[in-house]
């Protein structure tokens, strides 16, 4: 007989994306990736591809190849300048489809190596990321990271208590009991 315990969100941890399988798109376009798994050449379906467990490369180029995208598999997202970056809008988005262990909860700005400012950073849906770069200004392989996150669930307080009432009553049933003898 097992005992289910209810759970809610806590705290944020990194989310492990281990095995992830990875979707994304440039500037809106499909064709704006280009993927590992097709060795990064322009064909349909290279904005598809898992994560590199070598963990030596990146994910993605870019078509235009001015930014490369490497996820890691602790969470940590970073995306590089390839280049000098002219100015101009640049957006991305990353789907995860039902790869991942957990939803995504949050996504977090984690900092930059070469580059300045902030990326617009969005939770798409629990699966779903977005990126906006039109405000960074980039050195060449500049970088910025990001920390993708899930809630860590916990034992709901009222779940805990009932479990340990539970087993409060258990041991009580099984703790041996004095016999008295009446004597007539």
């Known amino acids: 007989m097992g005992t289910a315990l209810a759970t809610s969100p806590a705290h944020a941890s990194f989310l492990p994306l281990q095995n992830a399988v990875i979707t994304a798109t440039y500037n809106g376009e ?3 990736m280009l993927g590992l798994d097709h060795d990064f050449a ?8 898992g994560l590199d467990p070598t963990g030596t490369g990146v994910e993605f180029l870019t078509a235009d190849f001015l930014f490369g995208i490497d ?3 602790d969470g940590a997202l970073t995306v590089i300048a390839n280049s000098a970056i002219p100015t101009g ?7 995860f489809g039902n790869s991942l262990a957990s ?8 900092g930059t190596e070469g580059a300045s400012g902030v990326p617009g ?3 798409v849906d629990s699966h779903t990321l977005a990126l906006e770069l039109g405000d960074i200004e980039w050195d060449e392989f500049g ?3 990001a920390r993708i996150e899930t809630a860590a669930a916990v034992p ?6 009932l479990l340990f009432a539970g087993m409060a009553g258990l041991a009580l049933a099984r703790r041996p009991h004095r016999r008295h003898l009446h004597r007539h």
């Open 42 to 49: 322009s064909e349909p379906g290279s904005n598809t591809t």
């Open 156 to 161: 709901e307080p009222s779940t805990a208590a």
């Open 89 to 95: 809008a640049y957006s991305m988005r990353f789907d």
């Open 30 to 32: 499909a064709a704006g």
């Open 121 to 123: 950073l969005s939770i």
């Open 71 to 73: 996820f890691s598999a």
């Open 143 to 145: 970088a910025i990271t």
């Open 103 to 110: 939803p995504i909860s949050a996504f977090t700005f984690a």
